[in-house]
């Protein structure tokens, strides 16, 4: 018989310590004999398995055993004597073991001195071990070969039930990853289970680098730390606090790959424009279970980060102007509720336009005015540091900040300098309305507040930029009660389309008639008018009720020319005025061939007018769409001239056939001051080949100035007042009287 196929001698031996070198399988010794004790760990000294030691651990008695299995974990294998204190004493420890303190993992061998104490095959299935032997089968080389297949077993039950906490972990971890609203909250949990799955309690961190709206791209930042580092969140990666973190991060940025250290474990995550590194300080290396427990879990997070990066593009879009990449004007308001609601002591909000906009647009082009929306908020951001600025409307910006630093003379000379655009340097003005911040206003109201005292300043362009004050509230909503009333009245047919005569200085006769809209009041004994049109013209404008107001004019001055032609009254023209919204319509020049064709007009007799600052508001459109109209036939008119700025290389480009020199030059003949005005009127638009209007002339005076001037035709007072078109035959037939 070979030594090592000799039963154990259990001798009185003083045992040695068990070789030093990785973590120890432990194995517990529970028996009754203390010799066996002693033999057992004379057989098994200087054994290694799987390249590491083996502990021994003693119990005396069943009692003992449970009572060192409650408080001493990760035992591998237990050598278990039968029959110690009672016949079922090892048998019954089995089943508390697995029961009572549910240790499934633990790999059980019963030993007994006396075969055939208990059926073999019985045990082995009833009672869930591993093995059933007789201390006389046990040699050296059968106690070590058991030993291996016990330690292999228990190590692949600990692999699987690692494998299967952490597998829970993880998918119980993940939906609370995914319900996390912004990345530092998602990296916060992300980093907590980390350290969870690893066992670890010390230092972590994540980092990420790139990212949506991140203009410093390059750069890493902390958002969540953990342990002496916890202090770094939401600093730049160089402010971590811990060099060796610090250097662990950047290489695993710059291997893009997973870095598993001795003393660090990195994961690196990377979705879209974002890339991420997990890291946590660990004194061991990691297991190939951890690692790949790890790297099933690095996945999830990436979906996680991935969730939360989709709701933060998504709150991005919501929030902010892609062009300028300033906030918009939802995120606006919203910091407008918080500064209304804190009462910043000399805060204001404040909205800049930039004038004629539209115009650079059409002539410079979409790149030209969008590089200049980008240069004016880029200006604004540098000279009003620590105020909200967003981009509130296509043309317009709004502020919030001290009102000190939001002075309407700091903000206008902040945009004197031109702007660079392209090739293009842009001088540029803008419209300005401020509104204080008092306290106790909701975003909205101070957003409108702003917007009104914005709207009175465009109104007055020269007149500077305007505060809010409460008169322009109470008129706001005198306005909206007056809108509401004339959209009513024009749907239930209250509107009425009135004529003023249009008289030749040639030869005295009717040359044409100025449709002019009318808002009667309807009321029973009332008379008069509800509006006048100085009021009701512009609010429809603003609203663009206009545009159906405008069609409805068009029409009804057509029916009253049909009308009157069968009666042989017929002007030689009518005149209707024309907004800009109607305008804008692509299909305008069409729906008033369409109308003239319904009403059975010559294209001839129709006279649409067109103010002089309308000319200047799109002039590309507004050109293209009078070209259209003259050549149908239909007349051009310039209304209200003199009183804007068109430019006279302009005015060449348009089709037109009359000019009307307004009532302001005209009041003015019969204080001395007003002839040379309508005289230079008069001049350019014969030399442009153009007849002349002169309206609201209500004295002989300034007829006979006028007729001396060259005028053509006149209208005013002095020859009949604005009337329904059931009289205008009878004024045509008073007048053929005189």
Known sequence: MRPEDEPLDFLDQEPEPAAAGGVAWKLLIVDDDVEVHAATRFAINGIRIAGRPLQLLNARSAAEAAALLKTEPEIAVILLDVVMESPNAGLDLVQRIRHELGLGDVRIILRTGQPGHAPELNVIRDYDINDYKTKAELTHTRLVTALIAAIRSYDQLRTISENRRGLEMIVTATPSLMRAKDLESCADEALRLMMSLLHLHGDGAVCVQGGIGDNDGERPRVIAAAGRVAGAAGRPLEQLGDADLVAAVRECLARQAHCFAASHTALYLQGGQRQAVMLVRSERALTVVERQLLEIFAANVLSCFGNVTLVERLNHIAYHDPLTRLPN??????????????????????????????????????????????????????????????????????????????????????????????????????????CRITGSESGHALFNRADMAFTRARLNPHGGPLYFSPDMEQHTHWRLEVLRQLRRDFHD??????????????????????????????????????????????????????????????????????????????????????????????????????????????????????????????????????????????????????????????????PIDCIKIDRSFVVEIDRGRGDLFAETIITLAHKLGAETVAEGVETAAQVRCLRNLGCDTVQGFLYGRPMPADQLAGWLEQRALH
């Open 493 to 654: 047919g209250r509107l009425a389309v009135w004529f003023q005569p249009q008289v030749s200085l040639a030869d005295g006769g009717l040359s044409g008639l100025e449709a002019l809209a009318r808002w009667p009041d309807r009321r029973p004994d009332a008379g008069g008018f509800t509006q006048p049109p100085g009021v009701f013209i512009p609010l429809a404008e603003e609203s663009g009720l206009i545009v159906d107001i405008g069609a409805w004019i068009l029409d009804q001055s057509c029916a009253a020319y049909s009308r009157l032609a069968a009666e042989g009254h017929a002007p030689r023209r009518i005149a209707v005025n024309v907004s800009m919204p109607q305008m804008r319509r692509p299909d305008f020049p069409e729906r008033v061939a369409r109308t003239l064709a319904a009403r059975g007009v010559p294209a001839s007799a129709l006279e649409l007018e067109i103010t002089e600052s309308q000319l200047l508001d799109e002039p590309q459109l507004v050109l293209r769409n009078l070209q259209a109209l003259k050549q149908e036939g239909i007349q051009i008119t310039i209304d209200d001239f003199g009183t804007g700025y068109s430019s006279l290389g302009y005015l060449r480009q348009l």
């Open 329 to 434: 004007r939802t995120c606006f308001i919203e910091e407008l509720n918080k500064a209304g609601a804190s009462a910043a002591q000399g805060s204001v909000v404040c909205m800049i336009d930039i004038d004629r906009f539209t115009d650079i647009n059409n002539a410079l082009g979409h790149a030209v005015a969008d590089q200049l929306l980008i240069a004016v908020g880029q200006r604004l951001g540098q000279a009003c540091p620590g105020c909200h600025l967003a981009r509130i409307g296509a043309d317009t910006f709004g502020l919030i900040g001290p009102e000190q630093q939001l002075a309407p003379e700091r903000l206008q000379a902040l945009l004197q300098e031109p702007f660079a655009a392209g090739d293009q340097l842009l001088p540029i003005s803008a419209t300005i309305g401020l």
